[in-house]
């Protein structure tokens, strides 16, 4: 394709868009509202599962160590336990430390005033990489000898990766089904400006014009209303999401913390534009092929 060509489509693109403003407006506001809930509901599922993937960082591991077993013993089977699959870190906690950290939650009751080190035994609290695998995690640390009791809530480590495993499957659900939606919309819409150049399609056509020359200028045109779309609607989401993180520090919500917009928008932006251009240029060649058909 020449240069000049390429220039004359490309004006061609512009010039159709302010030729039919409310159908170009349109199309902006179709790709702006879609991407901006389809945004909303991939930042939710990056924000639920970065809390899940900290309640999971959570989910320790308690390793008993054999009371018969030295400090010093107790010690040394920090090589196996740290090199178990699936382990990400282990601390160890001796017997007076554990006893300390007793006291001080129950030293005020009368109960416990004459507790001693040897009521507790050595332990390593242990943080694994995937929360998936700890049921296997805790047999591979039973086998260790030296070890006497390996405690892991299984049933709360089950439930976050439910969480996540939903949380997951219902954005791509969701993001698929109005990607989709919008396509159709975005189509239909062209359509509508199309219709109104029917005669012209035809003309052209008749004149000797090829369905590709016909149908660069509408690429152009959908191509650049997909960028425009999309970048309005990256703006658009980074505001509201700057709003909602300015409110919840405001309002002091500590149960859970907002991640940063920063840590998405590079890969957000470079979505947001790949689908504007996907929904504009795929738009924009559905509702050609009925009028090239003459």
């Keep these: 394709m020449s240069r000049n060509r390429t220039g004359y489509f490309i004006k061609e693109g512009f010039s159709s868009i302010f030729t039919h403003g409310l159908m170009s407006f349109a199309s902006v506001c179709i790709i702006l509202a879609f991407l901006i809930i389809m945004g ?3 930042l939710i599922a990056v924000n639920i599962n970065a809390v899940v993937g900290e309640l999971e960082s959570e989910n320790i591991v308690l390793v008993y160590v054999n009371e018969i077993l030295t400090e010093n013993e107790a010690r040394a089977l920090g090589t196996r336990i ?7 870190s282990a601390n160890f906690t001796t017997r007076e430390q554990a006893m300390e950290s007793f006291i001080g939650k129950y030293g005020d009751s009368e109960r416990y005033k004459d507790v001693d080190a040897s009521w507790f035994r050595h332990r390593y609290s242990v943080y694994v990489d995937d929360v998936a695998l700890i049921a296997e995690t805790q047999e591979a640390l039973k086998d260790i000898y030296g070890v006497d009791k390996v405690n892991a809530n299984l049933k709360v480590a089950q439930g976050l990766v439910t969480v996540r495993n939903i949380v997951s499957g219902a954005s791509v659900i969701i ?11 975005m189509s239909n819409t062209i359509k509508l400006a199309t219709f109104e150049r029917r005669e012209e ?15 660069w200028p509408f690429i152009y045109e959908g191509f650049i209303l997909g960028i425009f779309g999309s970048g309005a609607a990256f703006a658009a989401l980074w505001a509201i999401y700057g709003f909602i ?24 932006f470079v979505v947001f534009i790949l689908i504007g251009f996907g929904v504009g240029v795929g738009g924009s060649g559905m509702a050609l092929n009925r009028y090239l058909k003459v």
């Design 40 to 42: 909303s509901f991939v």
């Design 175 to 185: 993001v698929a089904v109005l990607l989709v939606i919008s396509l159709f919309i």
């Design 201 to 215: 399609i035809a003309i052209m056509k008749m004149v000797g014009a090829t369905n590709s020359f016909i149908r």
């Design 245 to 268: 993180i300015d409110q919840s520090v405001s309002m002091e919500i500590g149960f859970f913390s907002i991640l940063p917009f920063s840590n998405v928008s590079l890969p957000m």
């Design 82 to 88: 740290r090199g178990t699959p699936n382990v990400s």
